[in-house]
């Protein structure tokens, strides 16, 4: 195990090096630049501004001085577009936001889409079965570009129930929650929920379920003791790049409902061409994600005792 631990950390450390690299030149590859603006700058304005942030420099200087920073220090750099504080900072006081509404989004998503995963697979061709995949289709077909605005109208404008936008250190406080947290966990829950129930019909086909029931064990006891273990290891698959996702896919729910989070920076600094604030959310994406699929694979050994890292 620790042999596999050390060579998975190596190949971590390789991937966000080789995401990093491709990322770095893209990004400068891409029309335009942080500068350009429809008034065209004086040439000696442009150079100045150039010389200040280094982008003067040969391609290949500016990526070892990137690099650099990153690997000694992880100075991300300054933001061509906010003057008053560097990268770091706005990651430092953004992330927090983006995770804590994609945690909450996934833990309901991950309960929620099991728990309607056994019940549909229970109840196969059934009235709950029928119910429980058709919202599953509309959560997976719907965009969250729509879930979010009708959620709004409805439970905001029309029914007043709650308030249209904000977040939990505003004045209406954790309430503020329950909209973006439905809509960003509405097409994860949609997708558990298919996987859960395809998984555990699945291994209520097994023999050893079969031979659970020989014995006269309930259908409590099997169910919760035997087939939830089983089928969980689909899930567990998906949640790992499912929680990189999700905290991507909060982009979209935190410019509709004007969370503080790392999406509007992102949106921003890809719209501005601002390169270090781009590359700065990159980066923190890639390691989430490269770390949870990690902790996948850690976490499918212990519910799968046929899997070995040995």
Request: aromatic share 12%; glycine share 6%.
């Amino acid at each position: 195990m620790k042999r596999y631990l050390l060579k998975s950390f190596l190949g971590m450390i390789l991937t966000l090096f080789i995401t990093i690299t491709l990322t770095f030149f893209i990004v400068r590859a891409a029309p335009g630049g942080p500068f350009d603006r429809e008034r065209v700058l004086p040439p000696a304005v442009q150079a100045n501004i150039e010389a200040k942030y280094h982008l003067n420099d040969p391609l290949i200087k500016q990526y070892i001085d990137y690099m650099t920073d990153i690997i000694f220090r992880f100075d991300l750099g300054d933001s061509f577009t906010y003057n008053d504080h560097d990268v770091n900072y706005y990651i430092a006081t953004s992330l927090p936001h983006s995770m804590l509404l994609g945690f909450i989004s996934l833990t309901l998503a991950t309960v929620m889409g099991v728990g309607v995963g056994i019940i549909s697979a229970l109840k196969q061709n059934r009235w709950p079965d029928y119910t429980a995949m058709s919202v599953a289709v509309i959560g997976i077909s719907v965009p969250l570009f729509v879930i979010g605005p009708l959620l709004m109208y409805v439970l905001a404008l029309k029914l007043k129930w709650l308030p249209t936008s904000g977040w939990i250190n505003g004045r209406n406080g954790w309430v503020t929650l329950i909209m973006p947290v439905i809509t960003l966990s509405f097409p994860y829950f949609a997708r558990i929920a298919r996987l859960g129930r395809a998984s555990v019909l699945e291994v209520l086909k097994s023999d050893y379920i079969r031979t659970a029931r020989a014995k006269g064990l309930s259908s409590a006891v099997i169910v919760f003791k035997h087939v939830l273990k089983g089928s969980l290891l689909p899930v567990v698959s998906y949640l790992g790049p499912a929680f990189a996702a999700i905290m991507t896919g909060s982009v979209v729910v935190e410019q509709i409902f004007r969370v503080p989070g790392m999406g509007t920076y992102f949106v921003k600094s890809a719209l501005n061409r601002d390169y270090t604030l781009l590359m700065g959310a990159m980066i923190v994406y890639s390691i989430i994600l490269i770390v949870m699929n990690f902790l996948v694979d850690v976490l499918y050994s212990v519910l799968d005792p046929r899997v070995s890292y040995e």
